[in-house]
């Protein structure tokens, strides 16, 4: 409800989640651009194959 309450915790868990998420953000990334990356792993067959 108070403003003033909600930045200063919110602010704390902001700067803790995002330096949670730098380390793992970087493998989350990953994980998210895996299912999209679905297709350039179609490319790695595709060498192999060829």
Do not use: C, R
């Not at 915790?9 to 700067?15: E, G, R, S």
């Amino acid at each position: 409800m108070s403003p003033s309450k909600s930045p200063g915790p919110v602010d704390a868990l902001t700067i803790n989640i995002p330096k949670k998420l730098e380390p793992k953000g970087s493998g989350g990334t990953v994980i998210i651009n895996q299912p999209k990356n679905k297709e350039p792993p179609a490319s790695s067959k595709a060498d192999s194959e060829a």
